[in-house]
Antibody
Framework: QVQLVQSGAEVKKPGASVKISCKAS????????IHWVRQAPGQGLEWLGM????????SSAQRFQGRVTMTGDTSASTVDMELSGLESGDTATYYC?????????WGQGTLVTVSS | EIVMTQSPATLSVSPGETATLSCRAS??????LAWYQQKPGQAPRLLIY???TRPAIIPARFSGSGSGTDFTLTISSLQSEDFAVYYC??????????FGGGTKVEIK
């Protein structure tokens, strides 16, 4: 069955960067995009960006351009997402998800806490 | 950026009744719309894509309709496990995607 397993919770100081990994299994890794979506505590869903694992080509939401970096490793069926310049407003649960324009399968989420 | 607006923010429904949720796009997204369900502490779950297509695992009481700018998610005969938050998401402006703010379906 399709599974996306994310790395564990992180606590970071303002200004730092965080890197979250997402390991896929149960399907052909290069067949579907990997999306990154976050959810601040008690808030809605926000799309950060996506990567095409086949080409390695990323695309990010305009508000995160310059701050988010996504890379894929086809040999390990893993995608990493790095968010830099962290602020308290980046405290959220970050999800990876796979699909095309919609996200059919989701990881379990990674809580990132930004605090001084 | 296409803005997705969901209404109402909260919907109070009794078990066994029908819930009707709305999602409006700031410009046409054709049928490139998905719906998700999210329960507390869980990742979202895909319910509908292509505005009206259900993945095989999703019960038939969930149905989606609409195209262009106005969309509806209907949940018939609400079960206890259906009380959750529901989000719409457009993917017409690929590769830029946007979610609506969500509708919470609560027990009346």
């Amino acid at each position: 069955q399709v599974q996306l397993v994310q790395s564990g919770a992180e606590v970071k100081k303002p200004g730092a960067s965080v890197k979250i990994s997402c390991k896929a299994s149960g399907y052909t890794f290069t067949s579907y995009y990997i999306h990154w979506v976050r959810q601040a505590p008690g808030q809605g869903l926000e799309w950060l960006g996506m990567i095409n694992p086949s080409s390695g080509s990323p695309s990010s939401a305009q508000r995160f351009q310059g701050r988010v970096t996504m890379t894929g490793d086809t040999s390990a069926s893993t995608v990493d997402m790095e968010l830099s310049g962290l602020e308290s407003g980046d405290t959220a649960t970050y999800y990876c998800a796979t699909g095309y324009g919609y996200a059919e399968y989701w990881g379990q989420g990674t809580l990132v806490t930004v605090s001084s | 950026e296409i803005v997705m607006t969901q209404s109402p923010a909260t919907l109070s429904v009794s078990p066994g009744e029908t819930a009707t949720l709305s999602c409006r796009a700031s410009q046409s997204v054709r049928s490139n719309l998905a719906w998700y369900q999210q329960k507390p502490g869980q990742a979202p779950r895909l319910l509908i894509y292509g505005a009206s297509t259900r993945p095989a695992i999703i019960p038939a009481r969930f149905s989606g309709s609409g195209s262009g700018t106005d969309f509806t998610l209907t949940i018939s005969s609400l079960q206890s496990e259906d009380f959750a938050v529901y989000y719409c998401q457009q993917y017409n402006s690929w590769p830029s995607l946007t979610f609506g703010g969500g509708t919470k379906v609560e027990i009346k």
